[in-house]
């Protein structure tokens, strides 16, 4: 039947490509589909954490970081498990990185604290002698956007399904309440009068006290509780 097409070698070849090709998705795409699912007790971002993201983005903190464990063991004696497909499935955009002129963030919430954060971002040669990093000394007086981040977290959860006000492991409380922007100020400012109380800079503790939420304590909750 087909051996008019052993004559024709380039009608031949384009029928073996087709066919692997073809075979190929159907055994890859699933595999990748199963993968891309959140890893068990991943959870969306609250809006703080939102907007800690949209500070990191801003003071372009990916240029000199990234956010991905490769599988090798010189990184995961350092950095800690590597990463998996699933533990992005909620980040939009991606802030992998491609350069570290400083250390590998994925896990940085498991391994330092608030303070640290606090004053390495005020000096950081305070804590770490050697490193070249500039000071963000900004992120203490500047308030973050919460609004924004509240839109953000919005349109992700009408556009991309992803769970807000839901419960996700079943156990009858919802996990990440989103609700509307004023129920979003009021848990972003509790979220942030959990962090200031382990700082010790007075003027970002009093300015939460007025219901403002500097910076500063935005980056550090979306360091603290989704980068790990």
Known sequence: MFHWLEKKPFFFAVGVFVVIAFAGLIEILPSFAQASRPVEGKQPMTVLETAGKNVYIKDNCMSCHSQLIRPF????????????SGEYAYDRPFLWGSKRTGPDLKRVGNYRTTDWHENHMWDPKSVVPNSIMPAYKHQFTNIADI???YAEALTVKKV????YDVDINGDGKINVPLGTL?????????????IVADMKNQ???DA?????????????????????
């Open 203 to 205: 003027d970002v503790k």
């Open 182 to 194: 004023e129920e979003a100020r009021a848990h972003a400012l509790a979220q942030a009068r959990e």
């Open 147 to 149: 609004d924004t981040a």
């Open 73 to 84: 063991k010189s990184e995961t004696d350092r950095y800690g498990m590597y990463s998996l």
């Open 160 to 163: 991309f399904n992803t769970p």
């Open 208 to 228: 939460v006290a007025r219901g403002e939420i500097p910076e500063i304590v935005a980056i550090i909750a979306y360091m603290n509780n989704h980068l790990r």
